[in-house]
């Protein structure tokens, strides 16, 4: 089992749609959680970072992890063509010194 | 917020001939320094990592003979393909961290090798 799963689309909505892109793990010692966002041919960019369970909220962006399942989730409300990325989950494992696991990434598109 | 870059951010060299990439944090002191390599569509593979004046780490796999990972000091770190041949293709990204655990990513670095 991968230590970060997550679902790698492709990812089709209209624009202005609630995105939901969601990443689960398999240790429940994981506590640091983010978002990266990769623009094609680009580094990736962090978006957001969670500690522990409960929301975050930025602007547009949501993050939400829940322990109790191992799940963790991004929401994008009012989705713009320029949030055409791919999405990256990320943890850094037991420890936030230690080296980023990272998801495979979901490609979004946002048609408008 | 903090910078990373990289160059080149594209290079294409001949099969047997080896190139270096650099990565620069421009605006703070990068104690780590990681090398991911991604192919299309894919996620990032964590290569190695480099803390300064010390030797890197390789993941398992990874030739240490063959991406030759230079971290001299606090703002630099070079990766340099030996011997390149054209599997050895891809983007290359570095990334840097300071004291905390956020790592700021380069723009990366598309290598053909034909």
């Known amino acids: 089992q991968k230590e970060v799963e997550q679902d790698p689309g492709p990812l089709s909505v209209p624009e202005g749609a609630i995105v939901s892109l969601n990443c689960t793990y398999s240790?429940?010692?994981?506590?640091?959680f983010m978002w990266y966002r990769q623009y094609s041919r680009k580094g990736p960019e962090l978006l957001m970072y969670t500690y522990s369970s409960g929301n975050k909220e930025d602007g547009r962006f949501t993050a939400q992890v829940d322990k109790s399942s191992k799940y963790i989730s991004l929401f994008i409300r009012d989705s713009q063509p320029s949030d055409s990325a791919t999405y990256l989950c990320a943890t850094p494992g037991y420890s936030s010194a230690s080296k980023i696991i990272f998801g495979s990434g979901t490609r979004l598109s946002i048609r408008p | 917020g903090a910078v990373v870059s990289q160059h080149p951010s594209r290079v294409i060299c001949k099969s047997g001939t080896s190139v270096k990439i650099e990565c620069r944090s421009l605006d703070f002191q990068a104690t780590t320094m990681f090398w991911y390599r991604q192919f299309p569509k894919k996620s990032l593979m964590l290569m190695a990592t480099s803390n300064e004046g010390s030797k890197a780490t390789y993941e398992q796999g990874v030739e240490k003979d063959k991406f030759l990972i230079n971290h001299a000091s606090l703002t630099l770190s070079t990766l340099t393909v030996t011997s390149a041949h054209p599997e050895d293709s891809s983007f290359y990204i570095c990334?840097?961290?300071?004291?905390?655990?956020?790592?700021?990513f380069g723009p990366g670095t598309r290598l053909t090798v034909t």
């Open positions: 990334s840097a961290r300071d004291t905390s655990y956020e790592q700021y």
């Open positions: 240790n429940s010692a994981f506590q640091y």
